[in-house]
């Protein structure tokens, strides 16, 4: 049987709070606990930090990074996609997802989310972490209205939330 993906997105190394760094690193901690594979978009902020949970919790980590060069990854990453795409490797990352959970964010977060979205790929934000996460919980990315946006109030939950698919 498969194991399931969880990609984690949200707020990049110039931009991640205090607050989504722990909630990053305690989703990718759980997330390795539950037996499930941790896809990142490689890099810093809320990817590096779920990756060091993971990595911490014995699980595996998977980085797609924008960037030609495997190097350009976090140090927590056990596989390295390096896709020499830029942004475009936002729909390879919700392509690749079970389910997403959504630590704040920013533009490039909103990218993903909106590939998973229209995917239909059950989305789970984390409340008050700020950004896209805050913005979008519990509501829908569009007019179309076809997938609720899910609201966890922890870490833990939102991993509860990403396993029940």
């Keep these: 049987m498969r194991r399931k993906q969880i ?12 607050n989504a760094f722990k909630a990053a690193y ?16 490689g890099l810093g902020g ?25 190097t350009d990854a976090n140090s ?32 490039g977060t909103l990218i993903e989310v909106a590939a998973a979205y229209q995917k239909r790929i059950p989305i789970i934000a984390i409340k008050n972490t700020g950004g896209v996460a805050d913005r979008y919980a519990n509501d829908y ?9 899910m609201v966890a109030a922890s870490p833990i939950e939102a991993v509860k939330v990403a396993v029940s698919f």
């Design 46 to 70: 809320v990817m590096g930090a779920a990756s060091r949970g993971a990595k911490e919790g014995r699980g595996l980590v998977v980085g797609i990074i924008p960037q030609d060069s495997k």
């Design 76 to 107: 927590f990453c056990d596989v390295v996609i390096a896709t020499g795409i830029g942004y475009a490797r936002d729909f390879v990352t919700a392509n690749s997802a079970d389910a997403v959970i959504i630590v704040g964010g920013g533009a």
């Design 141 to 149: 990315v569009d007019d179309r209205r076809t997938e609720r946006i």
């Design 26 to 41: 305690e989703v990718g901690l759980q997330i390795a606990r539950a037996g499930m594979i941790l896809i990142t978009g």
């Design 7 to 18: 990609l984690v997105v949200g707020y990049n190394g110039d931009a991640c709070t205090e």
